[in-house]
């Protein structure tokens, strides 16, 4: 059997007719407040570039892309350690849901969580950074839970 499908929606965008939400683009992210035992980070503005991959006929639509060279500084008392990701990173894992997103960093692992509206999106992050061999090597690995948002540029 042959089915030909010519209304909106059977593209995959979640059959409705409307569109699902769509992450393709420019976007400048930032996560604040990575609290973990004996230290605090934040990263610089990264620049990500999303794609919504081709998926099934299912209502939620998946994404990847690439961040842009960034840095992660860490601060513990007077201390400070600044990581440069000057290769930058993948996008991977994206998906999005009934205005929920999810993603992850490839390397180093960022896992977010977070809300899709309007051009913005934010939420929660979870990374886990290596800072042996720094000026910070006594705090070791780290597991470090932030803030993080991302505007359409």
């Given at each position: 059997?042959?089915?030909?499908?010519?209304?909106?929606?059977?593209?995959?965008?979640?059959?409705?007719?409307?569109?699902?939400?769509?992450v393709s683009g420019r976007w400048v992210y930032r996560a604040t407040e990575?609290?973990?035992?004996?230290?605090?980070?934040?990263?610089?503005?990264?620049?990500?570039?999303?794609?919504?991959?081709?998926?099934?006929?299912?209502?939620?639509?998946?994404?990847?892309?690439?961040?842009?060279?960034?840095?992660?500084?860490?601060?513990?008392g007077e201390r400070t350690v600044i990581l440069r990701f000057t290769n930058?990173?993948?996008?991977?894992?994206?998906?999005?849901?009934?205005?929920?997103?999810?993603?992850d960093f490839g390397s180093p692992d960022f896992i977010h969580t977070g809300?899709?509206?309007?051009?913005?999106?934010?939420?929660?992050?979870?990374?886990?950074?290596?800072?042996?061999?720094?000026?910070?090597?006594?705090?070791?690995?780290?597991?470090?839970?932030?803030?993080?948002?991302?505007?359409?540029?």
């Amino acid at each position: 059997m042959v089915i030909l499908c010519g209304f909106p929606g059977c593209d995959g965008s979640g059959g409705t007719g409307i569109p699902g939400p769509n992450v393709s683009g420019r976007w400048v992210y930032r996560a604040t407040e990575l609290n973990g035992t004996q230290v605090s980070c934040s990263t610089s503005q990264v620049i990500l570039t999303l794609v919504r991959v081709p998926g099934s006929l299912r209502v939620d639509a998946r994404f990847s892309g690439s961040a842009f060279a960034f840095q992660v500084e860490c601060v513990q008392g007077e201390r400070t350690v600044i990581l440069r990701f000057t290769n930058g990173t993948s996008v991977v894992n994206g998906e999005i849901q009934d205005g929920l997103v999810a993603f992850d960093f490839g390397s180093p692992d960022f896992i977010h969580t977070g809300t899709l509206a309007n051009g913005s999106m934010g939420g929660t992050v979870a990374t886990r950074l290596d800072l042996s061999g720094t000026p910070l090597s006594g705090v070791g690995v780290v597991n470090l839970v932030g803030q993080w948002e991302a505007v359409r540029d």
